[in-house]
């Protein structure tokens, strides 16, 4: 009885009282007679209580305790099902007032206060206007290795030379892709030559905390090519790049700088589809969102060759090679300061607009940061234990104007280069 009346005090709960009704009675029908085991014998019934020994009982006695029990479980049946009846009215009653919740409402209802509010306004109020990716900026160190580099990207990736001079400063800047950068949509590969790329450190290959091999920062940047991965990997392997890992549906190569290079295979004139970063576990989150707010991109399901596991596609609104963000072990990337890449290239409508954008972002992003290291300390409160918060990588973004150009470090050492649309095609002519 207390067990029913306890089930049946919630009217969320979706257990069938008649089903329960009937179970405690036939629990009673079966147990009772347990105590009293009739078996024929000469002369009677032989009765044997439980735990006793066996004593002689005349039949009429033994089928008059048989009676009386089956009549005392039949009662008991009735009286249960009529409390169950009753209270499935009054839980209809309150179902009319307040619905039930399904598993699965209630498992949403529990997570409404940790599920954030809708916050569009807020977002498109730190967001700028979109921009879209325009170039991969890498270096070399002497006009030999430029000539090397060169005949890689022009051989194997078939693309042409779009411009040969010294740059802002000074140093020699070839860019190479597929079409005019002044043509919407184009994308270009920066060649710098920097003599400084000779004297400094090469990053480390292994990570001897974990013993394990870093990775370029700059994960690759994927083409596609109308032939067939055989063809690819024959300009590869003539142009003095080097052939890593493959099948049926990608190639993956690298350039004699280093650079990891993605080989497509698709229909159609050749182009560069996306640009893909490497970033470590800890910091990935918050980077994510920073690359969200400072150029307006939005995230897309990535289905193609096989990437790490968690990777986010993120596209510009106004089209250009997409950006995937890859998720790395922490301290697994190459330190960025001795590697070739130099950073990324990104057309905004107005790159002081940027710039104010990510001032806001860099702002909400150590808000974010604040409110859930407070939680993560709750929860160490909560389960007893020191509140010693193990932090792996964390993102500071910064941003910096020079001249007309935003200079933005996203968070984990990646510089990428915002400039005004207009004054970059500009500057072409």
């Known amino acids: 009885r207390a067990l029913l009346t306890r089930a049946s005090g919630s009217p969320t709960r979706n257990m069938s009282r008649r089903a329960m009704a009937s179970a405690t009675g036939a629990l009673l029908l079966f147990i009772s007679p347990a105590f009293i085991i009739p078996r024929p014998s000469r002369g009677g019934y032989v009765v044997a209580p439980m735990g ?18 089956l009549a005392a479980g039949l009662l008991g049946v009735q009286a249960l099902r009529k409390r169950a009846q009753t209270c499935r009215e009054a839980t209809k009653a309150n179902e009319l007032e307040v619905p039930a919740l399904s598993r699965r409402g209630a498992s949403f209802l529990a997570l409404a206060p940790v599920l954030p509010a809708p916050a569009h306004a807020e977002e498109d109020s730190i967001r700028a206007a979109p921009a879209s990716l325009q170039r991969v900026v890498v270096d070399v160190g002497n006009k030999d290795q430029m000539e090397k580099e060169l005949k890689f990207w022009t051989k194997a990736c078939q693309m042409k030379v ?33 003599p400084s790329a000779l004297t400094r450190k090469r990053p480390s290959l292994l990570n001897y905390s974990v013993m394990q091999p870093t990775v370029n920062a700059l994960n690759f940047t994927q083409i596609t090519q109308p032939d067939q991965i055989f063809d690819m990997y024959a300009r590869v392997e003539d142009s003095g790049g080097t052939s890593l890992v493959g099948d049926a549906s990608y190639l993956d190569c690298e350039s004699p700088r280093g650079v990891q290079v993605r080989m497509v295979p698709r229909e159609g004139p050749p182009s560069v589809e996306m640009v893909s970063l490497n970033i ?43 950006l995937l963000l890859c998720p790395v072990p922490d301290q697994r990337i190459k330190q960025r300061d001795r590697d070739e890449f130099v950073g990324l290239v990104m057309l905004a409508p107005s790159a002081k607009q940027v710039a104010d954008a990510a001032e806001k972002a860099i702002a909400v992003a150590l808000e974010e940061e604040q409110k859930k290291d407070e939680e993560e300390r709750e929860q160490l409160r909560l389960a007893g234990k020191p509140e010693d918060l193990k932090k792996g990588t964390v993102a500071r973004p910064a941003v910096q104007m020079v001249g007309s150009d935003a200079r933005v470090n996203d968070g984990v050492g990646n510089i990428v280069t915002f400039m005004d649309n207009g004054a970059f095609k500009s500057s072409l002519a």
Do not use: C, H, W
């Open 280 to 322: 470590e576990v800890p910091a990935f989150e918050a980077t994510k969102k920073f690359y969200k707010r400072i150029a307006s991109l939005e995230e897309e399901a990535y289905s193609q060759a096989a990437v790490q596991k968690f990777s986010v596609l993120l596209k510009s609104k106004v089209g250009g090679p997409k």
């Open 162 to 194: 779009l411009s040969d001079g010294a740059g802002a400063d000074g140093l020699r800047s070839v860019t190479v892709g597929y079409g005019p950068e002044n043509a919407d949509n184009s994308f270009a590969v920066q060649i710098k030559e920097d």
């Open 52 to 69: 006793q020994g066996s004593s002689r009982t005349p039949p009429m006695a033994t089928a008059g305790v048989a009676a009386v029990t």
